[in-house]
């Protein structure tokens, strides 16, 4: 299996309150993702990097955050946490062509 | 429209069926293809790739036509453990190598 492990696998937390996901790859690869997963919707990108400090915006970035620091880390952060947050969110990694994912995180704001 | 469509099921099959998913995209620019599975509350995980001149993996068949924009994927003889979501996953290599995913499409294989 690829190296990426995603932390917390769990959480709950209050609406209104900043939380910070983690993405930890041991791979090297230059390309880091964060998705969201909702029934009736897929995955959809939320963020993605292609280097330290290069980030871009995907398609429901609105209320999210990320940051990478370094090559192995990337960040995501909800600023201020809404029940619409309420996601699976699985980070992936590639190195061009297949991705790999982490077990993925089940954020659940109340 | 979106980037890429599939259907998203469920498709109900009887073990043994032959059972058959396409996939749709938009970009004509797209230029790398692949099936993933998912199976319920796991992470996604590569199938196959899909190359141009079609492909196979013992039960599995990845086909890719570009004049018309879309892959396919046929299970042939299903077992009750492909069960799962089929995501179609395309590469548009001139967007930064960004992964757009389809919807997937669930797959149940009964007795």
């Known amino acids: 299996d690829a190296g990426i492990t995603q932390s917390p696998r769990h959480k709950v937390t209050e609406t209104g309150t900043p939380v910070t996901l983690r993405c930890h790859q041991t791979?090297?690869?230059?390309?880091m993702y964060w998705y969201r997963q909702d029934p009736g919707h897929g995955l959809r990108l939320i963020h993605y990097s292609y280097g330290v400090k290069d980030t871009d915006k995907g398609e429901v970035s609105d209320g999210y955050s990320v940051s990478r620091s370094k090559t192995e880390d990337f960040l995501l952060t909800l600023e201020s946490a809404t029940s619409s947050q309420t996601s699976v969110y699985f980070c992936?990694?590639?190195?061009?062509?297949?991705?790999?994912f982490g077990q993925g995180t089940r954020l659940t704001v109340v | 429209r979106k980037e890429v469509e599939q259907d998203p099921g469920p498709f109900n099959v009887p073990e043994g069926a032959t059972v058959a998913f396409n996939c749709t995209y938009s970009?004509?620019?797209?230029?790398?293809f692949f099936w993933y599975r998912q199976d319920c509350r796991k992470e996604p995980k590569l199938l196959m790739s899909v190359y141009s001149s079609g492909n196979e993996d013992g039960r599995f068949t990845a086909q890719l036509n570009r004049a018309s924009q879309y892959i396919s994927l046929l299970i042939r003889d299903s077992k009750l453990s492909d069960s799962a979501t089929y995501l179609c996953?395309?590469?548009?290599?001139?967007?930064?190598?960004?992964?757009?995913f389809g919807g997937g499409t669930r797959l149940m294989v009964k007795p």
């Open positions: 970009n004509s620019a797209s230029q790398s």
């Open positions: 992936a990694i590639s190195a061009g062509a297949e991705a790999f």
């Open positions: 791979e090297n690869h230059r390309y």
């Open positions: 996953v395309v590469i548009v290599n001139n967007a930064g190598n960004m992964l757009t």
